[in-house]
């Protein structure tokens, strides 16, 4: 293998919560990489419905399948000094449609003028296109059925957070 080869990768984001759409990435992410790191991180533009404690332990459950993965917390400073703490040569991203492109693209850019770290696109999977953490939260807390889009464990806890029974109903 080239002495250029990268081994280890970070998935940031804020996973609030984790979705079936991130767990799909982080799977994929594994096997072209040795190790993934799922970075946790605080964005500032949103306000999150789980602490970073519950973000944190829902996302451990719903990739404890997958070898090769660690979950950690990463703070709130920048993306690159943290991949340069973790030693990570990649950042690891899905994209899902234009809107992800317009929102990811500067990042990307960003990141790779501040320290020369690439960013790695991996298309979304067709099937898990409209899945986004905000959207999910929006239909269950109208009462729609989100089951499937999330990982079963994280189910029960974003009713609950919601205010929302299984049934769509605010109890
Ligand atoms: O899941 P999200 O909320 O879309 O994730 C966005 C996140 C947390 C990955 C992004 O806001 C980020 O990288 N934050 C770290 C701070 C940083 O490096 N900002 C400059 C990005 S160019």
């Not at 929006?138 to 990982?151: K, L, R, S």
């Amino acid at each position: 293998m080239s002495d250029l080869a990268v081994h280890r990768c970070v998935c940031p984001g804020s996973f609030d919560p984790v979705t079936v759409g991130h767990v799909d990435v982080v799977r994929r992410a594994s096997a072209l990489f040795d190790e993934v790191v799922v970075a946790v991180m605080t964005n500032p533009a949103k306000q999150s419905t789980f602490s970073l404690e519950e973000r944190l332990d829902l996302l451990r459950a719903a990739l404890a399948g997958i070898d090769g993965v660690r979950v950690v917390e990463a703070g709130g400073g920048l993306l690159v000094d943290f991949c340069t703490r973790v030693g990570a040569g990649a950042v690891v991203k899905g994209l899902r449609s234009g809107t992800d492109v317009a929102y990811e693209m500067p990042m990307a850019l960003m990141n790779r003028h501040l320290s020369g770290l690439e960013t790695v696109f991996l298309p979304g999977d067709p099937t898990l296109e409209h899945i986004s953490s905000s959207l999910v939260k929006e239909v269950a807390a109208h009462g729609g059925d989100v089951t499937g889009m999330v990982p079963d464990g994280v189910l029960a806890p974003l009713l609950a957070r919601l205010g929302v029974t299984g049934d769509g109903a605010t109890p």
